[in-house]
């Protein structure tokens, strides 16, 4: 399975975008799950969904303004972002195949997308 990530772009602070994660090659099969990257910091977990779509989880400082969801049929997890924050820019990847469920580690994913750069400029 491979995870294309798409939609990130330049935006003003309190604008909204919505990431889309796609699956080929094989069913999205596992949580899915986003995490983002600032440069010269690490990689840190955003949000993460079940398989079902039944539950997410969320880091404290998008609760409220980024919603995780998904679409089985098209083999898709989405990101959307609301009330965008200068402190939001990174590069934001797409993870999938943790044996854990909802997990926020970055290890424990073993897949990844190439990952897609959001800018918010204030």
Partial sequence: VQLVESGGGLVQA????????????????TDGAWFRQAP???RDFVA???RSGA??????????????????????????????????????YCAA??????????RDYSIWGQGTQVTVSS
């Fill in 14 to 29: 309190g604008d909204s975008l919505r990431l889309s994660c796609a699956a080929s090659g094989g069913t999205f099969s």
């Fill in 40 to 42: 010269g910091k690490e």
């Fill in 48 to 50: 993460s969904i079940t």
């Fill in 55 to 92: 539950t997410t989880r969320y880091v404290d400082s998008v609760k409220g303004r980024f919603t995780i969801s998904r679409d089985n049929a098209k083999n898709t997890v989405y990101l959307q972002m609301n009330s965008l924050k200068p402190e939001d820019t990174a590069a934001y």
């Fill in 97 to 106: 195949g943790s044996r854990f469920i909802l997990s926020n580690d970055p």
